[in-house]
Protein backbone atom coordinates (compact mmCIF):
# COMPACT_ATOMS: atom_id res chain seq x y z
CA UNK A 1 0.00 0.00 0.00
CA UNK A 2 1.17 3.66 -0.98
CA UNK A 3 2.34 5.68 2.12
CA UNK A 4 -0.52 7.61 1.43
CA UNK A 5 -3.02 5.56 1.15
CA UNK A 6 -1.72 3.77 4.14
CA UNK A 7 -2.16 7.46 6.64
CA UNK A 8 -5.54 7.91 4.95
CA UNK A 9 -6.65 4.30 6.23
CA UNK A 10 -5.13 4.89 9.45
CA UNK A 11 -7.06 7.75 10.60
CA UNK A 12 -10.42 6.43 9.00
CA UNK A 13 -10.18 3.83 11.40
CA UNK A 14 -8.60 5.39 14.08
CA UNK A 15 -11.52 6.21 16.43
CA UNK A 16 -12.80 2.77 16.28
CA UNK A 17 -10.02 0.71 17.33
CA UNK A 18 -6.20 0.75 18.36
CA UNK A 19 -4.62 0.75 15.05
CA UNK A 20 -1.93 -1.61 14.06
CA UNK A 21 1.67 -0.73 14.68
CA UNK A 22 4.10 -0.75 12.12
CA UNK A 23 6.74 -1.43 14.73
CA UNK A 24 6.35 -4.10 17.05
CA UNK A 25 8.88 -2.99 19.57
CA UNK A 26 6.59 -0.44 19.96
CA UNK A 27 4.36 0.57 23.06
CA UNK A 28 1.19 0.58 20.96
CA UNK A 29 -2.18 1.59 22.33
CA UNK A 30 -4.04 -1.34 24.12
CA UNK A 31 -7.31 -1.01 23.69
CA UNK A 32 -9.94 1.21 23.09
CA UNK A 33 -12.76 2.50 26.03
CA UNK A 34 -15.64 4.49 24.77
CA UNK A 35 -16.68 6.58 27.87
CA UNK A 36 -20.23 7.88 27.90
CA UNK A 37 -21.29 10.69 29.94
CA UNK A 38 -24.34 8.14 31.32
CA UNK A 39 -22.04 6.06 32.43
CA UNK A 40 -19.47 7.82 33.98
CA UNK A 41 -20.32 11.70 34.07
CA UNK A 42 -17.05 13.17 35.89
CA UNK A 43 -14.12 10.61 35.80
CA UNK A 44 -10.59 11.55 38.05
CA UNK A 45 -9.77 10.71 41.62
CA UNK A 46 -8.30 14.51 42.24
CA UNK A 47 -11.28 15.89 41.85
CA UNK A 48 -13.61 12.87 41.83
CA UNK A 49 -14.71 9.92 43.62
CA UNK A 50 -15.09 7.61 40.49
CA UNK A 51 -12.66 7.05 38.11
CA UNK A 52 -11.90 5.05 34.62
CA UNK A 53 -12.41 1.66 34.92
CA UNK A 54 -8.90 0.69 34.66
CA UNK A 55 -6.82 -2.22 34.93
CA UNK A 56 -3.82 -2.54 37.02
CA UNK A 57 -1.23 -1.11 34.94
CA UNK A 58 -2.95 0.56 32.34
CA UNK A 59 -2.95 4.41 31.13
CA UNK A 60 -5.02 7.19 30.22
CA UNK A 61 -2.34 9.63 28.29
CA UNK A 62 -3.83 13.36 28.67
CA UNK A 63 -2.17 16.74 27.49
CA UNK A 64 -3.71 20.09 28.48
CA UNK A 65 -3.69 24.00 26.92
CA UNK A 66 -2.33 23.27 23.83
CA UNK A 67 -2.31 23.46 20.52
CA UNK A 68 1.02 25.18 20.93
CA UNK A 69 2.50 23.78 17.41
CA UNK A 70 6.72 23.79 18.51
CA UNK A 71 5.88 21.37 21.43
CA UNK A 72 2.75 20.04 20.50
CA UNK A 73 4.63 18.79 17.38
CA UNK A 74 7.35 17.01 19.75
CA UNK A 75 4.73 15.64 21.74
CA UNK A 76 3.16 14.32 18.62
CA UNK A 77 6.17 12.88 17.23
CA UNK A 78 6.79 10.71 20.49
CA UNK A 79 3.13 9.61 20.72
CA UNK A 80 3.73 8.47 16.72
CA UNK A 81 6.65 6.77 17.67
CA UNK A 82 5.38 4.08 20.01
CA UNK A 83 1.92 4.10 17.93
CA UNK A 84 0.71 5.86 21.24
CA UNK A 85 -2.79 7.02 21.32
CA UNK A 86 -3.34 9.92 23.62
CA UNK A 87 -6.86 12.83 24.18
CA UNK A 88 -5.65 16.49 24.00
CA UNK A 89 -7.47 18.92 25.77
CA UNK A 90 -7.94 22.16 23.78
CA UNK A 91 -7.76 26.05 24.92
CA UNK A 92 -10.27 27.95 22.05
CA UNK A 93 -7.85 30.36 21.73
CA UNK A 94 -5.11 28.01 20.84
CA UNK A 95 -6.95 26.01 18.10
CA UNK A 96 -8.39 29.18 16.24
CA UNK A 97 -5.11 30.23 16.08
CA UNK A 98 -3.38 27.13 15.34
CA UNK A 99 -6.24 24.93 12.95
CA UNK A 100 -3.86 23.39 10.87
CA UNK A 101 -2.37 21.42 14.26
CA UNK A 102 -5.68 20.68 15.82
CA UNK A 103 -6.25 18.60 11.98
CA UNK A 104 -2.94 16.96 12.91
CA UNK A 105 -4.00 15.98 16.49
CA UNK A 106 -7.25 14.63 15.24
CA UNK A 107 -5.42 12.68 11.67
CA UNK A 108 -2.84 11.37 13.89
CA UNK A 109 -5.73 9.51 15.68
CA UNK A 110 -5.59 11.24 18.80
CA UNK A 111 -9.04 12.65 20.69
CA UNK A 112 -9.82 16.07 21.07
CA UNK A 113 -11.39 17.26 24.34
CA UNK A 114 -12.37 20.88 25.48
CA UNK A 115 -10.68 22.98 27.77
CA UNK A 116 -12.74 26.49 27.19
CA UNK A 117 -11.83 29.39 25.03
CA UNK A 118 -9.52 31.75 27.16
CA UNK A 119 -8.53 29.17 30.62
CA UNK A 120 -10.25 31.24 33.43
CA UNK A 121 -10.65 30.28 36.94
CA UNK A 122 -14.35 28.97 36.33
CA UNK A 123 -15.28 28.95 39.91
CA UNK A 124 -14.50 32.83 40.42
CA UNK A 125 -16.85 33.88 37.23
CA UNK A 126 -20.64 34.01 36.98
CA UNK A 127 -22.55 31.17 35.22
CA UNK A 128 -23.63 33.00 31.97
CA UNK A 129 -19.63 34.01 31.29
CA UNK A 130 -18.56 30.31 32.31
CA UNK A 131 -21.19 29.07 30.43
CA UNK A 132 -20.23 31.44 27.56
CA UNK A 133 -16.80 29.95 27.84
CA UNK A 134 -17.48 26.61 27.69
CA UNK A 135 -19.43 26.85 24.31
CA UNK A 136 -16.72 29.29 22.97
CA UNK A 137 -14.16 26.73 23.19
CA UNK A 138 -16.37 24.11 21.91
CA UNK A 139 -17.00 26.15 19.12
CA UNK A 140 -13.25 27.22 18.03
CA UNK A 141 -12.41 24.17 18.95
CA UNK A 142 -15.41 22.30 16.04
CA UNK A 143 -14.22 25.24 13.98
CA UNK A 144 -10.22 24.67 13.68
CA UNK A 145 -11.40 20.42 13.49
CA UNK A 146 -14.07 20.46 11.27
CA UNK A 147 -14.58 23.89 10.01
CA UNK A 148 -18.05 24.12 11.36
CA UNK A 149 -18.80 26.52 14.56
CA UNK A 150 -21.36 24.47 17.07
CA UNK A 151 -21.54 24.25 20.34
CA UNK A 152 -22.36 20.28 20.11
CA UNK A 153 -18.67 18.77 20.62
CA UNK A 154 -18.19 16.36 18.07
CA UNK A 155 -15.92 14.51 21.17
CA UNK A 156 -18.29 15.35 24.28
CA UNK A 157 -15.09 15.19 26.56
CA UNK A 158 -14.21 18.54 28.76
CA UNK A 159 -11.93 19.45 31.37
CA UNK A 160 -11.59 22.59 33.74
CA UNK A 161 -8.81 25.10 33.91
CA UNK A 162 -7.10 24.38 37.32
CA UNK A 163 -9.92 21.32 38.05
CA UNK A 164 -12.01 24.19 39.26
CA UNK A 165 -15.52 24.03 38.64
CA UNK A 166 -19.06 25.08 40.78
CA UNK A 167 -21.82 22.09 40.89
CA UNK A 168 -23.99 24.59 38.71
CA UNK A 169 -21.72 23.97 35.67
CA UNK A 170 -20.99 20.85 36.30
CA UNK A 171 -24.48 20.29 36.33
CA UNK A 172 -24.97 21.85 33.10
CA UNK A 173 -21.94 19.60 31.51
CA UNK A 174 -24.23 16.62 32.67
CA UNK A 175 -27.10 17.67 31.31
CA UNK A 176 -25.71 18.10 27.99
CA UNK A 177 -24.24 14.28 28.12
CA UNK A 178 -20.82 16.12 28.42
CA UNK A 179 -18.01 13.64 30.20
CA UNK A 180 -15.99 16.33 32.85
CA UNK A 181 -12.17 14.85 32.84
CA UNK A 182 -10.49 15.14 35.71
CA UNK A 183 -7.13 13.15 36.34
CA UNK A 184 -5.99 10.49 38.85
CA UNK A 185 -2.00 11.71 38.45
CA UNK A 186 -0.41 14.29 37.13
CA UNK A 187 3.33 15.51 36.06
CA UNK A 188 3.37 18.63 38.08
CA UNK A 189 5.05 20.14 34.62
CA UNK A 190 3.57 23.66 35.46
CA UNK A 191 6.59 24.28 38.07
CA UNK A 192 9.82 25.04 37.32
CA UNK A 193 11.73 21.66 37.14
CA UNK A 194 14.21 20.05 35.13
CA UNK A 195 12.91 17.34 32.57
CA UNK A 196 14.62 14.87 34.74
CA UNK A 197 12.93 15.55 38.07
CA UNK A 198 9.25 15.51 35.88
CA UNK A 199 10.16 12.21 34.90
CA UNK A 200 11.51 11.26 37.82
CA UNK A 201 8.09 12.66 39.73
CA UNK A 202 5.93 10.89 36.95
CA UNK A 203 7.36 7.62 36.81
CA UNK A 204 7.81 7.59 40.72
CA UNK A 205 3.60 8.58 41.27
CA UNK A 206 3.03 6.06 38.61
CA UNK A 207 4.67 3.45 40.44
CA UNK A 208 2.83 4.53 43.58
CA UNK A 209 -0.75 4.85 41.87
CA UNK A 210 0.03 1.59 39.89
CA UNK A 211 -2.71 2.83 37.09
CA UNK A 212 -4.90 6.08 35.98
CA UNK A 213 -5.78 8.79 33.59
CA UNK A 214 -1.97 10.83 33.41
CA UNK A 215 -2.53 14.80 33.55
CA UNK A 216 1.04 16.82 31.42
CA UNK A 217 0.58 19.95 29.40
CA UNK A 218 1.92 19.83 25.95
CA UNK A 219 2.87 23.31 25.68
CA UNK A 220 5.42 22.65 28.06
CA UNK A 221 8.94 22.51 26.90
CA UNK A 222 10.06 20.22 29.73
CA UNK A 223 7.28 17.47 28.86
CA UNK A 224 7.77 17.34 24.75
CA UNK A 225 11.24 17.05 26.36
CA UNK A 226 10.69 13.81 28.47
CA UNK A 227 7.99 12.53 26.25
CA UNK A 228 10.23 9.85 24.31
CA UNK A 229 11.74 8.68 27.85
CA UNK A 230 8.69 8.58 29.58
CA UNK A 231 6.39 6.54 26.67
CA UNK A 232 9.94 4.04 26.69
CA UNK A 233 9.79 3.87 30.82
CA UNK A 234 6.04 2.04 30.08
CA UNK A 235 7.47 0.43 27.44
CA UNK A 236 10.11 -1.02 29.54
CA UNK A 237 7.64 -1.65 33.13
CA UNK A 238 4.70 -3.24 31.49
CA UNK A 239 2.46 -0.42 31.49
CA UNK A 240 -0.23 -1.03 28.71
CA UNK A 241 -2.12 2.38 26.90
CA UNK A 242 -5.67 2.90 26.80
CA UNK A 243 -7.29 5.10 24.47
CA UNK A 244 -10.48 7.15 25.53
CA UNK A 245 -13.65 7.94 23.04
CA UNK A 246 -16.90 8.88 22.62
CA UNK A 247 -19.08 6.53 23.57
CA UNK A 248 -21.71 5.86 20.97
ZN1 LIG B 1 -5.29 23.94 31.59
Given at each position: ??????L??????????AA??PRK?????S?V??V?A???????L???????????R?V????????N?P??S?????????????T?F???????A??????R???E??????????HP????????????EI?R??A??????NG?S??????P??R???FEAT????D??????I?????DL???D??????????????????A??K??I?F?D????T??I???????????????V??V???
Amino acid sequence: MAAGAFLAALAGSAAASAAECPRKEALGTSRVLSVDAKATPRVGLKSFPQTLPLADREVVLTFDDGPNPPTTSKVLAALAQECARATFFLIGLHAAAHPDMVKRIAREGHTIGHHTWSHPFMARIPFEKARAEIDRGIAADEMALNGVSTTTPSTPFFRFPYFEATQAELDLLQSRGIVVFGADLWASDWNEITPAQELKLITERLAAAGKGIILFHDPKARTAAIMPAFLRYLRENGYRLVHVVPGR
